[in-house]
């Protein structure tokens, strides 16, 4: 199991992990499937989660939701945590999760690592707080 | 993958009680039918006999007999495991029962009683809080009509061996009733309401010594229900002729006043998941994180036209079942008052934002440090403390209803009501809930008529 604040992008589907659905955006539609931004976190940290097909309409906010066998990987220009063909999800229970909306992993500008061009480290922050979802005041 | 047992949706988790009971159940499938192998269980085969015959019990309804036979026949500890195990089950996964478990659970409930079970009062009490306050869905209402069917159908023998299950039945049905009588044009309601009735009346004219045991609460309830003819009279004799309940040690309904009401009450009204979530919200949400929680509790749970009146039951829990240890207090951890404050602001409507207020100080009015708890009327006090200065009006209507209460609530015992509150301002200063009362007799923001009756008050 991985806390959020350690997920790092890479075209790998290992991502074991739990958190809390904090905020759902609108279901979209590209025709055939249907997919939808999340903000997700646990207690070191938030990302964006991409939910796809029936993922969308199975949670909620406030829902806790284990993942195995994810991925947080650059979708469509967005760096999101979704559990991808590979992957599953689950509903574990809810609303008895602590969480923090700082840092965002998706809000953070990642760059090759100059040693190992396969892995990725951070470089900056692009924002302290999802852009998207941002915390209610 | 579907269950007998429970709906499952979709991407959810496997559930480990239901599990644990169906794998009990298909490795013994086939020792559940006559005859039964008569070899003593080891203990582990005994917690595996008992999870084999539950399950079979509730998602076998044509073979539930012979399952309960079987039960009888190799219990060794009074039920006690069975029951637990049931119990484990109703206050986790009660909202799942796909409706013939639920049959089932009922039936199974009513054996138990007959063969007085161990542990069938936590049953009764985990059953009790499964019915929703303010929900009048077919599901809910169901569970209302065949739970106090059991208690009036059960009657001699809970009087007998629980008794003092008979007064959380009453606590719940009168509080239940207080919605049912509201929406008096439903015409499903007609029936179950007057089997509520005839449950609470025959406990109040037959067993009032037991009622007493509710203490003080007993009266706020009954208080709601006066307009209704069955209790009218009732409250006439409770306040005018209490000789009429021909009970030794009660002259008086002042003596209701005096007894605390213990919290195992408060949880009757509050459900299992509720009572999780706002237990979690009071120890692990810091002050300033509570948005989100706030949001998704009251989606989930206040959302409705009716379900605003939980907030009353609420209210009650905070102050009487949750005392949070110094150590949380002392921390950032988010305070009862500012829990309740949220809640009373939820309040759609008058009367129940009313009773809210009334629930948040219903301990202060009655207040004696001999016999009552600090940690029961802390809330209210800094609730009216920390409005000050951003939200004055809320203090203000806060102390405005206080000494309203102290005027109007019992013209007959006003006394008992001013030293109650007196008393309970002066205990919260001398164990350091504030250091001051001149943070209200002070406040030049608080209208000088509020502060002069407060201080008048303070005096007696």
New interface residues.
């Given amino acids: 199991m991985v806390w959020l604040r350690d997920i790092v992008p890479a075209a790998q589907n290992n991502i074991n992990t739990h958190f809390i659905l904090l905020d759902k955006g609108k279901i979209t539609s590209d025709g055939q499937n249907k997919m939808c931004l999340a903000l997700a976190a646990d207690k070191t940290a938030a990302v964006h989660l991409q939910l796809w097909g029936e993922e969308c309409d199975a949670f909620e906010a406030g829902d806790i939701i284990r993942m195995e066998n994810g991925i947080f990987s650059y979708n469509r220009n967005n760096l999101v945590l979704r559990a991808g063909k590979r992957g599953k999800v689950e509903k574990l229970g809810e609303f008895t999760m602590e969480f923090v909306e700082t840092p965002n992993m998706s809000e953070i500008k990642w760059v090759p690592d100059p040693n190992n061009f396969n892995k990725y480290v951070q470089h900056s922050v692009i924002s302290p707080h999802s852009r998207i979802f941002p915390p209610t005041p | 993958m579907a269950s007998k047992l429970i709906r499952i949706?979709?991407?959810?988790?496997e559930n480990q009680q239901e599990l644990s009971l169906r794998q009990a159940f298909d490795l013994l499938e086939s020792k559940l039918r006559p005859p039964f192998p008569l070899i003593i269980p080891s203990p582990q085969e005994y917690t595996q006999l008992n999870q084999a015959i539950l399950y079979g019990v509730l998602v076998e309804p044509h073979f539930a007999k012979i399952h309960i036979k079987h039960l009888h026949a190799i219990v060794v500890d009074g039920y006690k495991l069975f029951l637990n195990l049931l119990d484990g089950l109703v206050n986790e996964l009660y909202g799942k029962f796909v409706d013939s478990v639920k049959d089932q659970l009922i039936w199974v409930t009513r054996e138990m009683i007959d063969v007085s079970a161990v542990g069938i009062d936590g049953l009764l009490v985990s059953l009790l809080r499964q019915i929703v306050g303010g929900d009048f869905s077919g599901g809910n209402l169901w569970l209302c009509f065949e739970l106090v069917g059991v208690f009036l159908s059960k009657w001699d023998c809970l009087l007998e061996e629980e008794p003092l299950v008979l007064t959380s039945a009453l606590y719940t049905f009168l509080r239940l009733l207080s919605d049912h009588c509201r929406l008096l044009r439903n015409p499903e309601l007609g029936v179950l309401r007057q089997l509520e009735i005839e449950f609470c009346v025959k406990m109040l004219r037959e067993q009032f010594h037991l009622c007493l045991k509710i203490g003080r609460d007993l009266v706020r309830l009954l208080q709601d229900l006066v307009h209704v003819p069955e209790f009218r009279t009732i409250w006439k004799d409770l306040v005018l002729n209490p000789s009429e309940f021909r009970t030794a040690g009660f002259s008086d309904i002042s003596e209701l006043y005096c007894t605390r009401t213990s919290g195992r009450y408060f949880l009757l009204r509050i459900t299992p998941e509720m009572e999780?979530?706002l237990r979690?919200l009071l120890t692990?949400?810091m002050l300033g994180s509570q948005?989100?929680?706030q949001?998704?509790?009251a989606?989930?749970f206040l959302l409705g036209p009716e379900r605003e009146s939980l907030v009353v039951d609420i209210v009650r829990f905070i102050c009487c079942a949750h005392h949070p240890s110094n150590e949380i207090i002392q921390s950032n951890i988010i305070p009862r008052w500012a829990v309740i404050g949220w809640l009373l602001k939820c309040c759609r409507k008058n009367y129940i934002e009313a009773n809210g207020k009334l629930a948040l100080f219903y301990d202060w009015l009655f207040f004696n440090e001999k016999v009552d708890n600090i940690m029961n009327i802390e809330p209210a006090m800094l609730l009216m403390v920390c409005s000050l200065p951003n939200y004055i009006d809320f203090t203000h209507s806060l102390l405005e209803f206080l000494l309203l209460l102290v005027d109007n609530y019992d013209l007959d015992h006003k006394d008992i009501l001013i030293r109650g509150v007196s008393s309970a301002f002066h205990t919260v200063v001398q164990k350091g809930v504030v250091h001051s009362l001149d943070v209200l007799t002070r406040c030049d923001a608080l209208s000088p008529s509020i502060r002069q009756r407060l201080q008048k008050l303070l005096l007696q």
Avoid: D, L, N, P
């Fill in positions: 949706a979709s991407y959810q988790a999780t979530h979690f692990h949400v948005k989100r929680y949001t998704w509790f989606k989930k």
